[in-house]
Structures are given as C-alpha cells and as structure tokens.
C-alpha cells in the first residue's frame, strides 16, 4: 500500500516507559534527544520528562511497581543530519544498533535510524524527506 498522505501533530498526549536503571535510562535519553532538538524537560527523584516522553523508576507512583514492556518509539528528526547524529550518539551512550541510518521502504524519502536503549526499547528517529510545515510545532499554552 502506498502512503497517499501523512498526518502529523498532537496525536499522542504523552508515553510512559518504566524502565529498570532509571540512571542508564537518563544518561542515554539526555544523550540521544538534545540532538533532536527535544531539551530535558524536568526530573525528580524517581523520573525524567522529555516533552511527551515521561520515564520512570518501578518505584515511581507512576509505574504501579511494573516495568513497561518492548515499545517502539520514533522522534521526528528535522533532517538526515540529525538522524545520523542521533544514532551516533545512541551508540556511544548505551544504545545497540538495531538499524543503522538510512533509506527505508515505507514512502519516499524516509530516513531513520534505529537503535534500542537500556531496556530493549526500539528507538528510532525519522526524517520524512523535504517538506513544507504548516508551523515548526504545534503551541499548546494552559
């Protein structure tokens, strides 16, 4: 099938991975997002937040003492550039290669990488191809 159209925004509110070395899992995310350009968004004693993405400790309120299982997650890249430094700095903060950069079938011009973190999540960053966007990201002020 043919992708005849691609919608992106605000489709997920938020993700929650529970993980089992909260501290590998800082030290790897703080490492693979800044080049996305995704800053850390705050951290407590039991977790970190990157915009959406919210990461806990099984100890944390949050997690109910469970740890998440496999996921797939995919971060937008705003080029190929990004997609490159994104799995060159996973690599060397934890990650394991799990698809190096490049060309996949999926549409034209889709560009990504993908790597698993501390816990065996599938982590991928993506470059869509050439583009014009209605805005850089969506504003949601409360």
Same mark, same amino acid.
């Given at each position: 099938?043919?992708?005849?159209?691609?919608?992106?925004?605000?489709?997920?509110?938020?993700?929650?991975? !529970?993980?089992?070395?909260?501290?590998?899992?800082?030290?790897?995310?703080?490492?693979?997002?800044?080049?996305?350009?995704?800053?850390?968004?705050?951290?407590?004693?039991?977790?970190?937040?990157?915009?959406?993405?919210?990461?806990?400790?099984?100890?944390?309120?949050?997690?109910?003492?469970?740890?998440?299982?496999?996921?797939?997650?995919?971060?937008?890249?705003?080029?190929?550039?990004?997609?490159?430094?994104?799995?060159?700095?996973?690599?060397?903060?934890?990650?394991?290669?799990?698809?190096?950069?490049?060309?996949?079938?999926?549409?034209?011009?889709?560009?990504?990488?993908?790597?698993?973190?501390?816990?065996?999540?599938?982590?991928?960053?993506?470059?869509?191809?050439?583009?014009?966007?209605?805005?850089?990201?969506?504003? !949601?002020?409360?």
């Amino acid at each position: 099938m043919e992708t005849q159209e691609l919608h992106r925004g605000r489709l997920i509110d938020h993700l929650q991975l !529970v993980v089992r070395d909260l501290a590998a899992s800082k030290a790897f995310y703080t490492a693979i997002l800044p080049p996305l350009g995704v800053p850390l968004g705050g951290e407590g004693k039991d977790y970190f937040w990157f915009d959406e993405l919210f990461v806990s400790s099984a100890d944390s309120d949050a997690a109910v003492g469970k740890l998440t299982g496999r996921h797939h997650l995919a971060f937008q890249a705003r080029d190929r550039a990004a997609v490159e430094a994104f799995h060159k700095t996973a690599l060397a903060h934890g990650g394991t290669d799990n698809g190096a950069p490049g060309e996949r079938p999926y549409h034209p011009g889709y560009y990504a990488a993908f790597v698993l973190d501390p816990d065996g999540n599938n982590i991928e960053a993506v470059f869509h191809g050439e583009a014009k966007r209605s805005a850089p990201s969506v504003k !949601v002020t409360f």
